[in-house]
């Protein structure tokens, strides 16, 4: 099952016993820094959790699937996530 931005604003809630209307307000807050830094072009570290990092991504051949037609792909960013040593051990059922 997915967890969506609301089931993480429950929890806030639930294990701070926050107001609703706060839990709301510092997920957004935070998924707002999150992005503001990302597309800076600044990576994100969360210590324990892992490392959002932007990578750019040069012009490149492709085509399109439905036409077999070839073109180019322009450049772009992306957002990679590299998880933590820690949540690795805890994903694979060692101590976290």
Known sequence: MTTTKSDLVDAVADANGFPLSQSVEIIEILLELIKTKLSAGEDVLISGFGKF????????????????????????????????????????????
């Not at 492709?62 to 322009?74: F, S, V, Y």
């Not at 996530?81 to 101590?95: D, E, H, P, T, Y």
Request: aromatic letters at 2%.
């Open 53 to 96: 990092c932007v990578k750019d991504k040069g012009k490149r051949r492709g085509r399109n699937p439905q036409t077999k037609e070839a073109l180019m792909l322009a450049e772009r960013r992306i957002v990679t996530f590299k998880c933590s040593s820690v949540l690795k051990r805890k994903l694979n059922g060692g101590q976290g």
